[in-house]
């Protein structure tokens, strides 16, 4: 009795289960139809003369789209990187104990969101129409320097600052909502630990609510790749959109060169999506176990983790 | 006026009220808290053990009364205006000044996520006293050592239990170096079986010589730790001294019937 495990013989191999699996044919036939409207689809295009595949390809890395992928590129990065810094002000300011702030914020959200982004960029492309000149100096006192509107906003820098404040009005109510997102608990631990409120921010609460903000960021990230199409209005002439239809409009043939804008805005929109992929992997660190797994696997092992559950592991293995 | 006494006793509440709008939660609370001694906060769920906790701490304002650190001024420097005595507040500042001379620890232990063990422990040292990381590294290893989690110096609270992030959320708190320990119930989110190992690293720093106030429903903690035994009921301290007198011989009639229910 005193050395159990010497006497004891091995308990018996448990036969497992082989059982017939359920037939689905259900599956079968709604694959099947997908298959055949995809083949519908594929061929409609393909021998559909109006695409005119061969300007396609002829046009797809020419010098002027090109250079439009890369103005839009230009665009899409600059205005978002300003959103992002403004949109944080934005939000810490919303959240702010002192009330002008909270109200400026408001207002300018209000604003920006309720105003369409094509009546802005024309407004900001008349801006040195409206204002000649801009002075820094005592308010309402003298001026020290004095800048020439038109040269300093400029049409590329009109155009990044039109989508930027527009865009910060949006991003600013999804950093608040990443910041509404993480639990009062930490920054309390953080001011238990003698830590001052911006530090709280920038190293404890900003963090944690990055992985809230970066999914819809990107979802804004792609939406601008597009929105900057409008920079028409300022006019800005250098981007992608503006680039195809200029060809198009020559050569009296919109679609081929519609299909190439189409095709590059769905590249960079892929390489974005990447990038957001690891973007959300190293924020979700800590909170997704590193390796985000798929499938019940992955969801049973956030359950676990989440310590909400009595015992840690009542479903694993049983499988519905 | 503000200088540290080292002759005050480590944490004195006097007459300490608290409202949240009309609730009246404090109603006069008195403490006194000797420098080296463990003080165990018993009182039924509501009777505001927790809210006094954390006014020490200042993550609650007080309404009334006066909570000295050290013989410090919790919040407030008293000063004279038009020859009236008046109280100024501190700014946010001084209060995490203040705040960081104390280490607390909270019931959900609210360790940062996205940071490792190691890194929660080195976050204050780095970011509030301005050590050095690699000084806070080698100084949060050696805590984490301390409670016993020299193998968990990487992992994110998510792969650690409950029992270990407790543990982190200890060394945490004493990588600042507090003068004073505050547990906020730190074993009533455990498993039955992870509680003991949280105990035995408190009853460890109590051995040191930490100055502790611990509220807890562990009986048996308070048996073998507290020098002092606080009973408070109704948002007011009902019976307080050592052991043999708050546990073993209660006077108090509300004393006697939550000693009846808990033990």
Redesign the interface.
Known sequence: MTTPTAAKTPAPEPQRIHAIPVRYPGRWISAAVVVVLAAMVANALITNDVFQWSTVGEYLFSAPILRGVSWTLILTVASMAIAIVLAVVLAVMRRSSNPVMRYVSWVYIWFFRGTPIYTQLAFWGYASVIYHNLSLGIPFGPAFVTFDTAVVLNATRAAILGLALNEAAYLAEIVRAGLQSVDRGQSEAARALGMKDGRILWRVVLPQAMRVIVPPTGNETISMLKTTSLVLAVPFILDLNYAQAAIGNRLFQPVPLLVVAAIWYLAITSILMVGQFYLERYYGRGFDEHVPRRGRRGRQAAINSAHTTADPSPLDGVTP | MSALDPDAPMVELAGVHKWYGDNHVLRGVDLVVPRGTVTVVLGPSGSGKSTALRCI?Q?EEIGAGCIRVEGELQGYREGTRRGEDVLYRLH??QI??Q??????V?Q?F???????ALANVM??PV??LGVSKAEARERASALLERVGLSDRLDH????LS?GQQQRV?IA??LA?EPDLMLFDEPTSAL?PELVGEVLGVMRDLATSGMTMIVVTHEIGFAREVADQVVFMADGAVVEHGPVSQVIDAPTEPRTQDFLAHVL
Do not use: W
């Open positions: 701490n993550l946010p500042k995490a000044v705040r960081a001379r104390v280490g607390m909270f959900r609210n360790l940062f996520p996205h940071m490792t976050e204050a970011q509030v994110y609270p998510s792969q409950g959320a945490r708190a600042m498993d």
